[in-house]
């Protein structure tokens, strides 16, 4: 419980500090390290692919991404001119933040064994998978086999990716 | 196109950094079965560390002569992933479904652990490739104009 709430605030002021720094370069690499703190919150509840997922992709490769695209940019384009805030966001935003504080209060609490997401289906797979498919790991179990459909057309989404990237910026290129 | 960095910290630290990531992406892959990670984990992990052979040696330098070979296994990954589903069609069952995997020897559940690792390492090389492929597209220099002259001319 110690460690929960300096990494609440660090997220906080990460996703705070991308949005507001003027440089492009500097909220990235704060962009970067927020999905680091995200990530050691999800360790930190125990979804530990998550964490993984989160640490590799959100801070290593696509903060090389964003770097890779901003090198090709020119320099006037990375510094951001803002425009002022319109006074119906100012109004408009605490209070759908409200809204949904007032709708976050009505959800099950964490690790509650009467919530509808542990007692549906969750417990099928928790149980049956090592039976099942000799896969200790459960996560890997329901992504790769109970729901490989779904990994199978991800895999389409980056391989699409791919090629659209490589169609777009190799212009004349071998 | 990406010049290499010309630090002898940064090349030096590189040449035992980037085989150790891709051993450690390896390891991620083939043991995502048992503990966390995966094939898409892997399959980051592997191309961060040929994304940084890139940035250290230069698009042109022999040492990133992996990740310029992998681009030709463009598509590989996904049709190991879909060439499982398809002996599954072939053995008499569904699509995807692994307990129709003609493996001579094998129990159901094994058939499965097999299916997993198969369509696992698919994912980690259309990864792997896709983020080598996206890194070298935006390392091509934005001069449009010079390279559409000479292409015409």
Redesign the interface.
Known sequence: MAIEIPLLILLVLTAAGAILVKDLIAAVLILGSYSFALALVWALVGA??V???EA??GA??AT??FL??LF?TNEKDRQIRRPPVPWTAIVGLPLLGLLLLFGAGDLPTFGDVNSPASTHISPVYLESSL???????V???V???YR??D??VE??V??T???A??L??????S | MIQPHDSAIVRTLGRIIIPVSQLFGIY?LMF??????????GG??F??SM?MAI?IFGVDSTDSNLARKILHG??V??LI??GV?GLCLIGGGQ??N?SYLQIPNLDE??Q??V??LL??I??AV??A???V???I????E?D?TR??E??NG
């Open positions: 530990v692919d964490a993984f997922v590799v992709v290593g490769l090389v991404f890779l695209t090709r039976e099942d498919t000799r896969t200790p790991n996560v890997t179990a992504l790769m086999d490989s459909f990994t199978l895999t389409i980056i391989f990716a791919g090629i990237c490589a777009l910026l190799r212009k004349g290129g | 991620v995502g079965q048992y503990g966390p990670g995966g094939g898409f984990v980051v992990v191309a961060a994304i940035l463009d598509g990954g996904l992933f879909a589903g699509f995807l692994y559940p094994s499965h652990f299916g997993i369509t696992q698919g994912v259309d990864v490739v896709t983020g492929s996206i890194a597209s935006l390392s091509f934005e449009v390279s559409e000479a292409s």
